[in-house]
């Protein structure tokens, strides 16, 4: 199966424009394949040859990139993808259970989609959000401190089609296509919706302040000075 003309015609006109934003052709495949992502919900056959033709690279250099990160997926997934954090500081805070309970009700493992087609579940590496754990993410938006309770409710709410809104970011969420479609450079307009940063990110910050603490001057600015 390949692309229809009318799809070959659409990718062919947002690649270009990725393309332009690089000094080199090939340095735009990582954008293209969440490009070939937001069409087939994953990365297709279609879609590395696609990348491979229009980057001038042979298949096998487009599949080595596609199938080193996790962020590629490698069959449909679904409209949303879960991911649980069992990193060391979310594992211990709770994450593995969250994982292990999920999957039960679920029914579902790493990876795996339930039969709705609704959910994709995926055990996570580290989100840098550790002061928020345990943390879990739907299509790279925050949901933080999660109990077994809460995220099979935020699962069963995404099946159920009803309105989820992430701790943190924009006030609603867009589907797996939609956002692959914004890594690959195409902006949503929601990047600056909700708070970027909250409660235990600031404390840092506020205490600092409060005991009048100053970070060190740079080389830089030593050679301002002078």
């Known amino acids: 199966m390949t692309y229809s003309p009318e799809v070959r015609e659409r990718l062919e ?3 270009k424009e990725i393309i332009g934003r690089y000094p080199k052709p090939r340095s735009a495949l990582l954008p293209l394949l969440h490009l070939v992502q937001s069409e087939d919900g994953y990365v297709s056959d279609d879609g590395q040859e696609f990348c491979a033709e229009i980057l001038g690279l042979s298949k096998a250099e487009v ?3 596609a199938t080193f990160y996790t962020m590629y997926k490698r069959k449909p997934s679904g409209e949303y993808n879960v991911g649980v954090c ?3 500081l979310c594992a211990v805070m709770g994450g593995d259970q969250i994982w292990s309970e999920l999957s039960e009700h679920a029914g579902v493992g790493h990876n795996e ?3 709705d087609g609704k959910v994709t579940l995926e055990r996570l590496e580290c989100n840098a959000a550790c002061d928020f754990a345990p943390v879990m993410m739907v299509n790279w938006e925050f949901f933080d401190n999660q109990t ?5 409710q935020l699962v069963d709410d995404l099946r159920a089609g009803k309105n989820v809104v992430p701790t943190r970011g924009p006030g609603r969420l867009c589907s797996f296509k939609d956002a692959s479609r914004v890594l690959a450079g195409f902006p949503d307009g ?3 919706d909700g708070p970027a940063a909250a409660g235990p990110s600031l404390e ?3 205490l600092a302040r409060a005991k009048g603490w100053e970070a060190p001057a740079s080389d830089a600015d030593t050679n301002e000075e002078r």
């Open 190 to 192: 929601l990047a600056g």
């Open 63 to 65: 599949v080595g990139v």
């Open 13 to 15: 006109t947002d690649a």
């Open 86 to 88: 069992i990193n060391a």
């Open 204 to 206: 840092g910050l506020k």
């Open 113 to 115: 989609t339930t039969e």
């Open 148 to 152: 077994p309770e809460s995220a099979k």
